[in-house]
């Protein structure tokens, strides 16, 4: 059984960063695609950002682009999200996701249906 464990959600200051961390388990992260999704109460969830495993192309929407980083250590088998600049928009619980789809790119936004393994979220929050 494949599990995620996303860390390093917490709150901040707005203008403030965190960095993210989503490892797993019995799964090496260098091989599907690697999603970080959010969702805000009452919203939908949200494709922030996603990293390909073969050669580490990037997605991120337009509403962090500029702002967040996504990033794989393959010895460590952990991929880490990046975010700075954050605004009080971007709070909402932050979830990780793999396989089985290797699809990603500027013009490939992951989708949450084609995600089939989930961590259980960390929550960050913007607040003054």
């Known amino acids: 059984q494949v599990q995620l464990v996303e860390s390093g959600g917490g709150l901040v200051q707005p203008g403030g960063s965190l960095r993210l961390s989503c490892t797993a388990s019995?799964?090496?992260?260098?091989?599907?695609?690697i999603g970080w999704f959010r969702q805000a109460p009452g919203k939908e969830r949200e494709g922030v950002s996603c990293?390909?495993?073969?050669?580490?192309?990037?997605y991120y929407a337009d509403s962090v682009k500029g702002r967040f980083t996504i990033s794989r250590d393959n010895a460590k088998n952990t991929v880490y999200l990046q975010m700075n600049s954050l605004k009080p928009e971007d709070t909402a619980g932050y979830y990780c996701?793999?396989?089985?789809?290797?699809?990603?790119?500027?013009?490939?936004?992951?989708?949450?249906?084609?995600?089939?393994?989930w961590g259980q979220g960390t929550q960050v929050t913007v607040s003054s």
């Open positions: 019995t799964l090496t992260l260098d091989y599907y695609a």
């Open positions: 996701a793999t396989g089985p789809i290797y699809r990603c790119s500027a013009s490939y936004p992951p989708s949450e249906r084609e995600y089939g393994y």
């Open positions: 990293i390909r495993s073969s050669d580490s192309r990037t």
